[in-house]
């Protein structure tokens, strides 16, 4: 069973940052992908930011094209941590942000999430 607990919202101004992180525990292994996603209200859930291992030790990073350039996702392979550096915070990027999991597709587990909340 795989347990994901993100952290790190809250409430910033515009251009402002956070770090959000997502502690993984449990059965977390072979995993092939982790993600970041969010959903504001009355919006799907959205595909924020993924980082691919294509092997054991390879990976790639992927974003939305409304984040790149703002949004980091790292993980800290020790600690199975994921995080998820945001700067140059919008106000559209207010939304619950989700962790996530994968394994060859198929989803390991999702976290309760975690409110980011940017005023103009």
């Known amino acids: 069973q795989v347990q994901l607990v993100e952290s790190g919202g809250g409430l910033v101004q515009a251009g402002g940052s956070l770090r959000l992180s997502c502690a993984a525990s449990?059965?977390?292994?072979?995993?092939?992908?982790y993600g970041w996603y969010r959903q504001a209200p009355g919006n799907q859930r959205e595909l924020v930011a993924t980082?691919?291992?294509?092997?054991?030790?390879?990976?790639?990073?992927s974003y939305v094209d409304s984040v790149r350039g703002r949004f980091t996702i790292s993980r800290d392979n020790v600690n199975n941590i994921i995080y998820l550096q945001m700067n140059s915070l919008k106000p559209e990027d207010t939304a619950v942000y989700y962790c996530?999991?994968?394994?060859?597709?198929?989803?390991?587990?999702w976290g309760q999430g975690t409110q980011v909340t940017v005023s103009s």
């Open positions: 996530n999991v994968e394994r060859w597709g198929t989803t390991l587990g």
């Open positions: 980082i691919t291992l294509t092997g054991t030790t390879n990976y790639v990073e």
């Open positions: 449990g059965s977390v292994s072979r995993v092939t992908r």
